[in-house]
């Protein structure tokens, strides 16, 4: 059974930073696509950002490239997501997801087929 947990979600200025952890279990880690979608109330999920851990190539939205940026420790099944440069507009509650490869094409999706339960991160201006 996959599971996602996730953790260092909080209340943060604008311009602050903040780090997300997602620890993964119940699948092969080297080889999937994890990533982290967020989702505001009454809004569409965004796919935030994807690393694919058997390479680490990384997909990011544009709205955050240049800002975030995903990270995994293969030795401790655990991807990160550092946050800089945070706006209030990055409020949201972030979820850590993960399937065979980090989903969309062209563009990064929130298809993923497994999910954590979510942290509320909160940019105040």
């Known amino acids: 059974e996959v599971q996602l947990v996730e953790s260092g979600g909080g209340l943060v200025q604008a311009g602050g930073s903040l780090r997300l952890s997602c620890a993964a279990s119940g699948f092969y880690f080297d080889d999937y696509g994890i990533g982290w979608v967020r989702q505001v109330p009454g809004k569409e999920r965004e796919g935030v950002a994807c690393?694919?851990?058997?390479?680490?190539?990384?997909h990011y939205a544009d709205s955050v490239k240049g800002r975030f940026t995903i990270s995994s420790d293969n030795a401790k099944n655990t991807v990160y997501l550092q946050m800089n440069n945070l706006i209030p507009e990055d409020t949201a509650v972030y979820y850590c997801?993960?399937?065979?490869?980090?989903?969309?094409?062209?563009?990064?999706?929130?298809?993923?087929?497994?999910w954590g339960q979510g942290t509320l991160v909160t940019v105040s201006s």
């Open positions: 690393i694919r851990t058997s390479d680490g190539t990384t």
């Open positions: 997801a993960a399937d065979t490869f980090c989903p969309g094409v062209t563009t990064l999706t929130a298809d993923f087929g497994s």
